[in-house]
């Protein structure tokens, strides 16, 4: 199994940004891909961004150019940096693992983009 704890959402104004930290823990060694997906009220989850253990990376066409995607395999982390951030960004955002086994998710972490 594997755990994942988030952090690093909230509040901010259009033009802002936030950065998102996603720790995980237990099984990390079967784990091949990680990323961010991200639900808004009313609106299917979405991947918003991906990395794998390579470094590739992929981006939804709506945060390119803004978000970045990026991992620190010491601390068995993955970051989403988020600038220029936009009122459509506004969702709840999930971290992924993609196992060998099962996908996995974290709690989700509220961000508001809001004047």
């Known amino acids: 199994q594997v755990q994942l704890v988030e952090s690093g959402g909230g509040l901010v104004q259009p033009g802002g940004s936030l950065r998102l930290s996603c720790a995980a823990s237990?099984?990390?060694?079967?784990?091949?891909?990680m990323g961010w997906h991200r639900q808004a009220p009313g609106k299917e989850r979405e991947l918003v961004a991906r990395i794998t253990n390579n470094g590739i990376t992929k981006y939804t066409n709506s945060v390119k150019g803004r978000f970045t995607i990026s991992r620190d395999n010491a601390k068995n982390t993955v970051y989403l940096q988020m600038n220029s951030l936009k009122p459509e960004d506004t969702a709840v955002y999930y971290c992924?693992?993609?196992?060998?086994?099962?996908?996995?998710w974290g709690q989700g972490t509220q961000v508001t983009v809001s004047s």
């Open positions: 992924n693992a993609m196992t060998t086994a099962n996908p996995y």
């Open positions: 237990g099984s990390i060694y079967s784990i091949y891909a």
